[in-house]
């Protein structure tokens, strides 16, 4: 059961993210287009022709019996999934190198084009060609973590790039080559 209730907490919590709220930064990014977006109603029958089903994003919804815990998230998207599987992998082995009892609290997750051009123009500190646009990466933070210690997991990790953002309170990490830089 604990097993079972902690992949519920760590290995949904960055999607689930999209059931808490939009994202500070971006308007179109996956979690506020979560929030906007209704999931299909029940359907008894099928009448839609196969092209159009595989084009329909395919929704899940979850709900943990013994906590209460909902989830209610697009996973799959035109052909793709919305985040890659190993920075799923990624966040896991931080929460498990951390020993923190919280869910991590996401400031950008995936990011549409139009919405990375648009960070990038507001900022210098936002790539032009962003992981968060190939799902590949998420700002961070953890309630319970020092945001000190947070980064040094990541690093210790030597997985994908860590960004290191004190006045603004998040770390990035991605899931691009390992590398690592400081932002404000």
Not at 18 to 34: E, R, T, Y
């Amino acid at each position: 059961m604990i097993a079972r209730r902690r992949l519920f907490q760590l290995g949904f919590s960055a999607l689930g993210a999209a059931a808490i709220g939009p994202s500070a930064h971006a308007q179109d990014d996956i979690i506020g287009a979560l929030l906007e977006a209704q999931p299909p109603a029940p359907v008894t029958t099928v009448a839609v022709a196969q092209p159009a089903l595989e084009a329909a994003p395919k929704w899940l919804s979850l709900h943990n019996l013994h906590t209460a815990e909902k989830l209610q998230a697009v996973y799959w998207e035109k052909g793709a999934y919305p985040m890659n599987v190993q920075l799923f992998d990624l966040l896991a082995d931080i929460h498990h190198k951390t020993e923190t009892r919280t869910a991590f609290q996401i400031i950008s997750g995936y990011r549409s084009p139009a919405s990375n051009r648009l960070l990038s123009a507001r900022s210098g500190e936002v790539a032009k060609r962003s992981l968060h646009m190939d799902g590949k990466a998420m700002d961070i933070y953890l309630e319970d973590v020092a945001l000190d210690r947070l980064r040094a997991a990541a690093l210790d990790l030597k997985r994908g790039g860590v960004g290191y953002y004190p006045d603004s309170k998040f770390v990035h990490v991605d899931v691009g080559p390992f590398r690592r830089w400081q932002g404000s």
